[in-house]
């Protein structure tokens, strides 16, 4: 800690607040469970069946997670499970959805251990922003470099009173985008052309360890780091002022040593 800094506030993300990512287990496992319904009648297309499925989800969650490691993670099961078919003779009519199970069942203690990795500590001077497992991630952002917040809560969020809150710098931490893009096309016996056009937008976006994602209570934390950003720019606006002063003073003083010698 800084000097004279002190803790307001230590806050980890809400049990509930990812049960987005706990689909990234129970989706596979209920696949693999729906497999073994039909194992008996799993033929080599229910094993083409199998590795579509899990390739599938895998590029639906990277895409709405923004996160193609998760679909890395789905390819490399689908490979070992293959080579364990490949090596060992595996009936795969079994082995593939009791697999698929097992490998997915180790998910949930995994992104429990995850969230409990988020660590955010709200002091009198900054907000200290940390989060991962094996590669450990930290940010720190004083209040005087914040422009503005983003909060946002779904509607577990409302329930259970936590939300996500993000802050945005000058230097547009905090800050994704959103892209659009129009085209069209035009057709001739001799002619053939295609012109488009996009346009992009800066929308509050963040990886979960930085920012305050599913913190508790919701209101009371966004109203204390409002306040405490407002007390950071009054205390900046008063040394401004306090500064402006002495310049003041400094220059009246010159002028009146100038206008002492010149008589």
């Given amino acids: ?33 729906f497999l073994l319904w039909f194992y008996d009648k799993l033929s080599i297309f229910g094993a083409v069946l199998w590795v579509a499925g899990l390739a599938i989800i895998g590029i639906v969650a990277s895409i709405l997670l923004i996160r ?9 099961v689908i490979g070992i499970g293959l080579f364990f078919i490949w090596e060992y003779n595996m009936d795969y009519r079994i082995f593939i959805p009791l697999y698929t199970m097992l490998i ?17 500590i709200i002091t009198n001077f900054r907000i ?35 939300g996500n809150i993000i802050p945005i710098t000058q230097s547009g931490f905090g800050l994704g985008s959103d892209e659009a893009f129009a085209g069209g096309g035009m057709q001739h016996k001799r002619f053939f052309g295609f012109f488009g056009g996009g346009k992009e937008v800066s929308t509050p976006r963040a990886r979960s360890y930085y920012q305050l994602y599913g ?12 306040e405490l950003i407002q007390e950071s720019l009054s205390y900046e606006r008063e040394q401004v002022e306090l500064q402006r002063k002495i310049v003041d003073l400094l220059e009246k003083k010159n002028k009146e040593d100038n206008h002492e010698e010149n008589l």
């Fill in 68 to 76: 193609w490691s998760i679909f890395i993670v789905y390819i490399a």
């Fill in 215 to 226: 913190v508790y209570p919701y209101k009371e934390i966004k109203k204390l780091i409002e």
């Fill in 128 to 162: 200290i922003l940390r989060g991962g497992i094996l590669r450990r991630k930290e940010r720190s952002l004083r209040y005087e470099k914040i422009t503005d917040i983003s909060g946002e809560q779904g509607i577990f969020g409302k329930i259970f009173s936590f």
């Fill in 1 to 33: 800690m800084l000097k004279n800094e002190s803790i307001l506030k230590e806050l980890s993300p809400h049990p509930i607040s990812f049960i987005k990512f706990h689909f990234l287990w129970l989706i596979p496992f209920l696949w693999g469970l």
């Fill in 104 to 120: 997915f069942i180790f998910g949930a203690p995994v992104i429990e251990i995850f969230r409990r990795s988020h660590k955010y």
